[in-house]
């Protein structure tokens, strides 16, 4: 008998710690990861650790913790290697959820490992945070999870065409040329669209194939149409390929405006002064003038560190001597939403900061931050670089911008004969 | 305006067909004279594109003398690849030596990414432009053509002038009646295996003269399809063959392209492709040897 009250009470007293652990908040929030830190997308990964740990250190260190009722709770960052292989993201996410015990999972680079975990972490009701899958397509699956803090295809050129609107508002003839890929085709439907509202007549579409190795065809044709502007591109090697056989055939345009590769130094590096003027959608760049002051100005609140405190601290984790991009800084910048998230919710619970984030608008160090019912980002605006004598230049947008655009380019006779685009 | 798109897009095709076909020509020589289906057949244009690269960028050195340089590093790569691979692998069956050529390939690519990484590269080499009206041709892809055209001939006049040529097709013809008349035939095959690999790598200039742009480990791969085709195209076994194959596939890529643009709704790069191997298909069908080959 004295041994079964015995019994009793040693059950019922663990039950009653039981209880109160799980009443008390816990001491940190972690943050899951399958990193790309090999594989064809390891650089871009090694970027997004590297901003991820910069912000993670800023919360924990200048900002003091997240705030949760009247608790500041640390923040932990859990990652793994996926490989850039989508079976290693759908398994890794499955141990994050389930042995980390991780409080959100922020996506692996590109849209599709990112596509390929969302089911995974949907169907484990847990936050999933997407920085590097800009396709439209993960936010028309219905998922109720994901949250956007890369800008979405879509809205890839909707700054060029609005800078170009602005600054020579009779330049209406566009010529739209790119590669028949998922990622090419939603960053033109978003500009086909976008360019309608503006008002501009698109005089030519067309598409080439993935992996072409000569573009003469199309740009001759091309050429007939005499088009003011020119958008087109797909991946870095069809960019490139683009640039140079305009510049054969002399097709001189006011402005030229290429993704996935106009914006990267080994563009440069390529065509050198066949790339003056040529410019390209970036998410983030070096060197934009987001500040306190700005957020101030535009009414929105301010989060996380400056530029320059966010370098400092990029180079510290990545111990290299490298410049952050922007998959570093959307990264970093996704650690600052969540964090804000899990403050508003006043919990980790994943659906009710879910429901925080799709109230939640402020800007960073990135650029503003607001996503719609999607999930999708819709608050960010992409930045326009420019090639100027050998340095990029951010030209839009105005919030952001390092100088003015040279508008119209230099012709590619010009080019050949040495001559800069530098705005008048 | 029509005519004047489909006369500018043919003589660019004339001109890229010239290119194409002399990336082609090694890869029939080789099969021709030993019977070896060369798949690692674009990653040597990929070391002639990146010698190119290297010459032209860090040493000055004008693409057009990257020529001979590109083929003499060939042959020589040939000769290294025949002796401690090729040699062993001729009598055996088909498949060893198609995996030793993409192993080859595999290997090369792989090495150049240990020096070079991974990077889509270029070089601008401004040589002036001439303007036909019609349409617009850089100085650098004419040199390229008039390239082209010269090895074509010179490789023709050193297969019927010289005894080693002679010697090669007797090979080619016979290699058993060919080694009683006091043919070395191994000689004929590593020269054979040696010469195709330089004329694949001297190719590589050729299209680098072309297009300056996107050069990387990878590159060799669509060049590789393409030749298949063009070598089909013009005979498989026949370097001329194949030049003129590559004529003919540069025109069809080109002008094709015209005459598919007037059709709504479609992506006339799409159709180009589909044409080409149509193409193809119809000649395996109807002459299995290629065009210009008789039997």
Redesign the interface.
Known sequence: MKRSLVGIFVVFAFLLAGVSFAGAAPDKIVIGHPACLSGKYAKAGEQAVGGIKACVEWVNTTYGGVQVGDKKIPLKYKYYDCESKKEVVTSLIGRLVSVDKVNVIFAPYSSGLTLRGAPVAESRRILYMDHGGASNAIFRQGFRYIVQTIGPATRYHEGTLDMIHKIAPNDKRLALAYEDSEFAKMVMEGARDHAKKLGFEIVFERTYPKGVTDLTPLLSALKVSKPDLVLGGGHFEDGQLFNRQMADLNIDVNALSLIAAATLPAFYRALTTMAEGVMGPSHWEFGVKYSAEQAKATGLPWIGPSQDQFMALFKKFTKKDMLPDYHAAEAGAQVLAYVLGVQKAGSMDSTKVRQALGELKFMSFYGGWKVDESGMQVGHSMVDVQWQDGKRVIVWPEAAKTGKACYPMPTFEEKAKDVKAIPK | ?FFE?LG??LI?GIV?GAVYGMATMGLSLIFGVLKVVNVGHGAFIMVGAFLTLFLFSSLGINPIIAIPVAFIVGMGLGLIFYYTTIRKLIKAPELATLLATFSIGVLLEELVKLIFGS??????W?VG?I?LGI??L?MS?LYACIGSVLIAVLLYLWFKKTRAGSAIRSVVEDSEGARVCGINVGWAYALSFSLGIGLTVASGVLLTMF??????PYMG???TL?AFVIAVLGGLASPYGAFFGGLVFGLI??GS??LF?YIPGV????L??FLSFVILLVILLIRPTGILRAK
């Open positions: 305006m798109q500018g897009n660019q890229l990077e889509f590269r270029g070089y601008n401004v432009k303007d349409t617009v850089p892809k297009i300056p742009v996107g050069i990387n791969g669509a060049y393409k890529e080109n392209y015209t643009a992506e006339p790069f799409a180009t492709r």
